[in-house]
């Protein structure tokens, strides 16, 4: 019983691991008024027939807070990036000199900023969401685990550790949206 219990409880941190993981990926897309190769992570270019992840295709990188530029490695690759950013619906207008696409990041207003902010609490919510039902996952596999012969005080133990994982991951994803809030708020 012991080693299912230790793998129940491997099984409900990983779960709530990668409630974390999603939710940093997702944060990374909200952007906060600064220039960040990050806001093109999810971005595919059509590049000769497969969808290629961006970064795969050209040089992203931030001269100043404000811009981002791409210069892919194949000339003949500008027109299908640019198409590819403005498809993204990323809010960004590509702007290129033959050679290299600028991306100017424009200042967020103070509206703009709010509605990131909660977009970036919908995310978290998302994310607690992904961790609660990771806990009744697990607890709902302990109630069968009784029925099958585990004493009680296993039970009550193991729903105690499940509850701390619980805490533990909802306080991280609290901290994150704090720290992306006043990323966003802070001009």
């Known amino acids: 019983m012991e080693e299912e219990i230790q793998f129940l409880l491997d099984v409900t941190t990983e779960k709530m691991e990668k409630a974390i993981s999603h939710l940093d990926k ?13 806001m093109l992570s999810n971005i595919t270019v059509d590049y000769y027939g497969s969808e290629t992840p961006l970064s795969q295709v ?12 791409i210069q892919p490695w ?21 702007v290129n000199n033959g050679e290299v696409i600028h991306l100017n990041i424009p200042v967020l207003t103070e509206e703009r900023r709010k509605e990131l902010v909660k977009q970036a609490k919908t995310e978290g919510e998302t994310a607690k969401i992904s961790i609660r039902n990771a806990r009744r996952d697990a607890n709902d596999e302990l109630k069968q685990m009784k029925k099958d012969g585990l004493s009680e ?35």
């Open 74 to 94: 194949e000339k003949a690759m500008i027109g299908p990036i640019e198409k590819a950013i403005q498809l993204a619906n990323i809010g960004l207008n590509p």
């Open 26 to 38: 997702e944060l990374v897309g909200i952007r906060a008024g600064k220039a960040d190769p990050n």
């Open 153 to 187: 005080d296993v039970e009550k133990d193991t729903e105690a550790e499940v509850q701390k994982l619980t805490d533990k991951y909802i306080k991280i994803v609290d901290e994150k949206i704090e720290k992306k809030e006043s990323d966003i708020l802070t001009i």
């Open 58 to 69: 050209a040089n992203i990188n931030t001269p100043d807070a404000r811009t981002i530029s």
